[in-house]
C-alpha cells in the first residue's frame, strides 16, 4: 500500500505516485514552510485520540501484542510539552542574530526514512521528527508493518490536512532497488533505520551531497560489579521482555572478574531469576513455547556451531544462559537467552574499544562506590547510554539518541547577513 | 535400510499397536544412518547422550534428539551427499528464511505405497479422469516449495485431463488469478467429467466468497472433491469456522462435506495426514505424534495442549526422525471420533506465538545478518 496526500492507494499506484511527487516537491517545498506549532497541534490530537481509547481498534487490528503497554510507556515522550522541550533543547539557540548578521533554522527539505521493523510505531515516530523539523517525508515502511503506519499517517492528516503533502509513505521492498533509488533521488536527507546491510544499500543509492542519517544496529550490555545480594529481577525481566530485539537490549552480562568460577556462580544463581522472568512475561501457551523453541534452539546451536569451545552451558526453561570464556560484546543468541562473560574493569576500555560505532547502552549494577568510576569508564569505551539494569530499554526524556540529537541532524543552519 | 521399506510398505494404513515394532526397528535403523553420515546430527546425539539402542519402546522415542523446524531453516543438514539426493525441497519460508530437506530414493520409494494405500483408503484414487483446479501454486523449475509438489501430486490419484493453476509464476514472482480460476469452475461444472479443486484453505474461502460475490454458484459434476492442502499459511487471521467452510462449499460449489478431504504434513515431515470423514487427522502407522510442554518440552498425556512433535524414519537424506514443530495442537483418542478408527487422531490449533515473532524473526534475522554471526 501507498499513503500520498492523505490517502491509501494500492502498490499499482506507484509508478503514478512517484511520477507526480517528482513534481510536486518542488512547488511544496516553495510553498509556506510547515510550522512547528501545525505539527505539535496534529501531534497532539494525536495524543487525546490515543488516551481516550479512539486508535484502541487501530492498534489491536494492525499492531502485534504487547504494542500497547509499549505505547503507553513512551507515551510521555510524545506528549506535547515534551516535544516542545525537545524543540527548545536541540534546536534553541541554534538561530538568532550573529555579528554578522542572524542564523536561521530551516528545514533539510524531504527526508526519506528507511524505517525500521522491530519496533511497532517506530516508522511513524521517525516521521514525526520530520514533520517536527518541517521536512517533507517520504517513509518506506519495513516488512513487517502491518498497515499500523498507514493508519496512524491517515489518522494524521484527518486531524491536521495540512500535513498531507509532508507524509508519504511506501510499502517496497528493500531489493526494489529501481524504485528506491527514485525515491533517494528526491531526498536532501536519507533517515537510514536498521543493519549494516540496510545502511550500506542506502548509501550507495543516495544521490551525492544528500545528507546521510544512520541509526544503525546498536550493541548493548550490562556490567555487573560486586552483585552479591543485589536484586537482579530488573535485568531478567528487561532481558525477557525486549527479547534482546532492540538495540537497547543486553546482549551479554560483563562481569567485573578474572575467575570463570565466579561466571558460573552468577550463571546458577541468575538462571532461577531469568527463569521466573520468563515464566511471568510469557503469558499465552503460544508466546511459552516460541520461547522454549528458542531455547531449544539456541542449545542445538551452542552443540552444532561451537562444538570444539569450551562454553559452558545453562538451558533453563523458555531461557538460557551461555557463559563464554572470551571477553567481546557480540549479538546474543536472542529471545531470552543471553550470554555471560567476565570484562574486568581494567579491560573495558581496550574490549570495548573494538565495538566503537556500535555501542549503545550498559545497564551498570554496582556498589554507590563504585558508580563513578565505572560510568567514566563505560562513557570513555564509547558507550552512550549509562542506565540501571531494569532500566535500558527506557526512554527518557531529553535523551540523545545514539550520541546525538536528532532533530539537528534534520535542519540546516542558513547564515544571512545583515547587509550586503 | 529395508527396516523402513518394511515400514512403508504395510497394507495396515491405520494399525498403530501392529506396526510399533517395524515403526521402533526403523526409526533405530534410520537414526544410526544419520549418526553415522550426518555429523552435526552426530554431534548433537553424543551431546545429548543419545543412542539409537536406547529406543526400544513407543515411550522412548521421546528420548529422540529433538530439532526445531527453525534448526532446520538455519542449518541446511544432510546425512547423504547432493547426488544422491534426487528431490530437494523447501518450505514456503514466509519470513524470508526456509527449510531445506532433501529426498533420497530409499525415501521416494517407501513415500509412494504409502501415498497409495492412504489414498485408495480415504477413497481419492478413482479410475475416472477428472479436471484440476489448483488454488495453489503451479510448480516450475524456479523453486523447490514443498507445497506446490504436494498439490501437483494430488492431481494424480484421478488421471488429470486438464489443470488450471491460479497461483502462476510470472517474472520473478508468483501472481494470483482467482478471477481466471472462478471461470474456470463455471465452465468446467457443465461437462460431465469430475472437478478436483486442490487449494490452500484461505485461497478456497476467498475464491468461494468471490464467487458468492459475484452472485454465481456452480454445481460441479458428480465425484467432484475438494482437496485442502498447506495449512492456512500467512492468513490464520481470517481463518473460519470449518462448517462456515463445508457450508459456503456446499452453497457455492455444490460439493458435499463428505467430498472435502483435508490433508496435513511439513517439509520436514512429509508423511501423508488424511483427515476422516469427521475431518479429523488420524495418525497413520508411518507416523507417531507426541505432544510436549510448551514450558519444559517434556510429553503430555493425551487431550493436553503442547506442541506438536512428530516423528518417522521416512528420511535418510535428511536427520528429521523427530522434528519439533511450531503448531500447538493436541490428541484425542481415536473412539471418539466415530468414523471407525480407533488411533488418537490430532487436532492442530495453530501456530505458537504467531504474532509475537513476525516482527521479530524480521529483526532477529536482519541482526543476524549484520553480525555474520551465528
Not at chain 2, 226 to 254: C, F, P, S
Not at chain 2, 269 to 291: D, E, G, L, T, W
Request: proline share 7%; net charge neutral.
Amino acid at each position: 500500500m501507498i499513503f500520498a496526500n492523505g490517502s491509501i492507494l494500492p502498490d499499482s499506484e506507484l509508478e503514478v505516485v512517484l511520477s507526480r511527487l517528482e513534481e510536486e516537491l518542488p512547488q511544496i517545498l516553495g510553498g509556506p514552510p510547515l510550522e512547528a506549532a501545525t505539527v505539535l497541534d496534529a501531534l497532539e490530537a494525536l495524543g487525546n485520540e490515543l488516551d481516550n481509547g479512539a486508535l484502541d481498534p487501530l492498534i489491536a487490528q494492525f499492531a502485534p501484542p504487547g504494542a500497547r503497554e509499549e505505547l503507553d510507556r513512551v507515551r510521555p515522550q510524545i506528549g506535547r510539552a515534551a516535544l516542545e522541550e525537545r524543540l527548545d533543547l536541540e534546536l534553541g539557540g541554534l538561530s538568532g542574530p550573529r555579528p554578522f548578521g542572524r542564523a536561521e533554522v530551516r528545514p533539510l527539505g524531504v527526508l526519506l526514512h528507511v524505517a525500521p521493523g522491530n519496533m511497532a510505531g517506530l516508522p511513524a515516530f521517525t516521521a514525526a521528527e520530520g514533520l517536527l523539523t518541517g521536512n517533507i517525508n517520504l517513509v518506506k515502511l519495513p516488512r513487517g508493518d502491518k498497515g499500523l503506519t498507514l493508519a496512524v499517517f491517515q489518522k494524521l492528516t484527518e486531524l491536521e490536512p495540512d500535513l498531507s503533502p509532508y507524509l508519504y509513505a511506501f510499502d517496497i521492498p528493500s531489493k526494489d532497488t529501481a524504485s528506491l533509488g527514485r525515491l533517494a533521488a528526491l531526498a536532501d536527507g536519507i533517515v537510514t533505520w536498521g543493519g549494516d546491510g540496510a545502511v550500506s544499500a542506502m548509501r550507495e543509492l543516495a544521490p551525492a551531497g544528500c545528507r546521510l542519517i544512520e541509526w544503525g544496529h546498536r550493541l548493548s550490555f550490562a556490567y555487573l560489579s560486586d552483585w552479591e545480594g543485589a536484586d537482579l529481577s530488573a535485568l531478567a525481566e528487561h532481558i525477557v521482555s525486549t527479547g534482546g530485539l532492540l538495540c537497547s537490549s543486553c546482549q551479554v552480562i560483563f562481569l567485573d572478574t578474572e575467575y570463570l568460577s565466579v561466571g558460573e556462580q552468577f550463571c546458577k544463581k541468575f538462571l532461577p531469576v531469568l527463569e521466573k522472568a520468563a515464566m511471568a512475561h510469557y503469558k499465552t501457551p503460544g508466546q511459552a513455547a516460541q520461547a522454549a523453541l528458542y531455547a531449544r534452539e539456541t542449545a542445538l546451536e551452542q552443540v552444532v556451531d561451537r562444538a570444539g569451545s569450551d562454553d559452558l552451558n545453562f538451558p533453563g526453561q523458555c531461557c538460557s544462559l551461555t557463559l563464554r570464556r572470551d571477553c567481546e560484546l557480540e549479538l546474543s543468541h536472542l529471545h531470552g537467552n543471553v550470554l555471560v562473560k567476565r570484562l574486568p574493569r581494567g579491560e573495558i576500555i581496550p574490549t570495548l574499544r573494538r565495538q566503537r560505532g556500535r555501542l549503545q547502552t550498559a545497564g551498570l549494577l554496582c556498589p554507590e562506590g563504585a558508580r563513578e568510576e565505572l560510568t567514566a569508564l563505560l562513557a570513555r569505551a564509547g558507550v552512550n547510554r549509562i542506565t540501571a539494569p531494569g532500566h535500558m530499554s527506557h526512554t527518557f526524556p531529553l535523551e540523545a539518541h545514539d550520541g546525538e540529537y536528532p532533530l539537528r541532524r534534520y535542519v540546516r543552519v542558513v547564515d544571512v547577513e545583515n547587509k550586503f | 535400510m529395508l527396516s523402513r521399506q518394511k515400514l512403508f510398505w504395510l497394507s495396515r494404513v491405520y494399525d498403530l499397536p501392529g506396526s510399533d515394532k517395524r515403526f521402533l526397528r526403523a526409526v533405530r535403523d534410520n537414526c544410526a544412518y544419520h549418526i553415522k553420515h550426518c555429523p552435526e546430527y552426530r554431534t548433537i546425539c553424543k551431546a545429548e547422550g543419545f543412542s539409537p539402542d536406547q529406543v526400544k519402546t513407543i515411550d522412548d522415542l521421546a528420548k529422540l534428539p529433538l530439532l526445531p523446524t527453525l534448526f532446520f531453516k538455519r542449518h541446511h543438514v544432510s546425512s547423504m551427499p547432493g547426488w544422491r539426493t534426487p528431490m530437494k525441497v523447501t518450505s514456503s519460508g514466509t519470513s524470508g528464511s526456509f527449510s531445506r530437506v532433501s529426498f533420497d530414493w530409499g525415501c521416494i520409494f517407501a513415500e509412494i505405497p504409502m501415498v497409495l494405500r492412504l489414498g485408495f483408503y480415504h477413497r481419492l484414487v478413482s479410475p475416472v479422469p477428472a479436471r484440476y483446479v489448483i488454488l495453489g501454486y503451479k510448480p516450475g523449475k524456479q523453486d523447490k516449495m514443498g507445497v506446490a509438489r504436494t498439490m501437483f501430486g494430488l492431481t494424480h490419484f484421478a488421471p488429470p485431463v486438464g489443470r488450471f493453476y491460479a497461483l502462476r509464476w510470472k517474472d520473478g514472482g508468483y501472481v494470483p488469478d482467482l478471477d481466471g480460476a472462478v471461470k474456470t469452475l463455471a465452465r468446467w461444472a457443465h461437462s460431465p467429467l469430475p472437478v478436483r479443486v486442490v487449494a490452500f484453505p484461505s485461497y478456497l474461502w476467498f475464491g468461494m466468497e468471490r464467487l458468492e460475490e459475484l452472485g454465481l454458484s456452480v454445481k460441479l459434476p458428480k465425484g467432484s472433491k475438494i482437496l485442502l492442502a498447506g495449512g492456512w499459511k500467512q492468513h490464520y487471521a481470517q481463518e473460519v469456522d470449518k462448517n462456515t467452510l463445508y457450508a459456503l462449499a456446499k452453497r457455492v460449489l455444490g460439493v458435499e462435506e463428505e467430498n472435502i478431504h483435508e490433508f496435513f504434513g511439513a517439509v520436514e515431515h512429509p508423511v501423508f495426514f488424511n483427515s476422516c470423514k469427521n475431518h479429523h487427522f488420524h495418525i497413520p502407522a508411518y507416523a507417531r505424534v507426541i505432544i510436549r510442554d510448551v514450558r519444559t518440552l517434556a510429553p503430555l498425556p493425551m487431550g493436553e495442549v503442547g506442541l506438536v512433535n512428530l516423528i518417522t524414519p521416512l528420511i535418510n537424506a535428511t536427520p528429521v526422525t523427530s522434528v519439533m514443530t511450531d503448531d500447538l495442537g493436541y490428541l484425542t483418542p481415536g473412539e471418539e471420533c466415530g468414523c471407525g478408527l480407533t488411533v488418537p487422531y490430532l487436532t492442530i490449533l495453530g501456530r505458537a506465538g504467531l504474532n509475537d515473532i513476525t516482527t521479530c524473526a524480521a529483526g532477529a534475522a536482519e541482526l543476524l545478518n549484520q553480525t555474520g554471526a551465528q
